[in-house]
């Protein structure tokens, strides 16, 4: 199975920096991604990271540490519609295929 | 077209309802994907379809019984649902679920909320 951990809140301030970590325990590791979900509307993609590194896209960028099973999401120049829940993924090979395993997610809110 | 579509957007059904929920896309992807997700949770994958194979069933039970009859196509049945079942159901698309190492991001659908009283 997978264990995926993530702290639950965060709150930061608009034009600040925030990194939302995320850990994970599993076999057959085959990605990470982060996705982005506003209250009542679906996950958006926002990265992939399935080599050791740093991914830089715009205002977010994403890092990971596969022999530390660990990831974060850094947002830069938060602006307000960044308030937002932040899903870390895992996706990783089992019996079956390969499977997807969701984090419980960080809420994240941007204050002015 | 970059879109998923499900239908409807909202679904409000009796335990001894049977009711199907739909999902549709025309992005060619060969990777279709049901998820559960209740208020404040992350979404939980139930099922997986691989080239319209089901590849991987999270041990749901039978009164959820999905359907692939197409590449483009997805649904979920319901029947003798319980209240607890009530909750955002999402459908994914992947441009495939069967190579390692490509990203093969997944693309969201709206959700359907489902209310079973």
């Known amino acids: 199975g997978q264990n995926i951990d993530q702290p639950t809140e965060m709150t930061a301030t608009e034009g600040a920096i925030v990194q939302i970590n995320c850990t994970y325990q599993?076999?057959?590791?085959?990605?990470l991604f982060w996705y982005q979900q506003h209250a009542g509307e679906a996950p958006t993609f926002l990265s992939y990271?399935?080599?050791?590194g740093l991914e830089e896209k715009g205002r977010f960028s994403s890092f990971l540490s596969r022999s530390k099973g660990y990831s974060y999401l850094l947002l830069k120049e938060l602006q307000m519609k960044d308030s937002a829940s932040y899903l870390c993924?895992?996706?990783?090979?089992?019996?079956?295929?390969?499977?997807?395993?969701f984090g419980p997610g960080t809420r994240l809110s941007v204050l002015p | 077209d970059t879109e998923v579509t499900q239908t409807p957007k909202h679904l409000v059904m009796g335990m001894t309802n049977k009711k199907s929920l739909k999902c549709e896309q025309h992005?060619?992807?060969?990777?279709m994907y049901w998820y559960k997700q209740k208020a404040k949770k992350p979404p939980e994958l139930m099922f997986v379809?691989?080239?319209?194979?089901?590849?991987i069933n999270e041990s749901v039970p039978s009164r959820f019984s999905p359907e692939c009859p197409n590449s483009s196509l997805l649904n979920l049945h319901l029947h003798a649902l319980q209240p607890e079942d009530s909750a955002l159901y999402l459908c994914?698309?992947?441009?495939?679920?069967?190579?390692?190492?490509?990203?093969?991001?997944?693309?969201f659908g709206p959700g359907t909320r489902l209310t079973v009283l």
């Open positions: 994914a698309s992947s441009q495939d679920n069967s190579l390692a190492g490509d990203r093969n991001e997944q693309f």
């Open positions: 599993t076999s057959g590791f085959n990605g």
């Open positions: 990271n399935v080599l050791d």
């Open positions: 993924a895992v996706r990783a090979w089992d019996n079956y295929g390969q499977n997807f395993v």
């Open positions: 992005m060619g992807h060969r990777a």
């Open positions: 379809y691989s080239y319209e194979k089901l590849s």
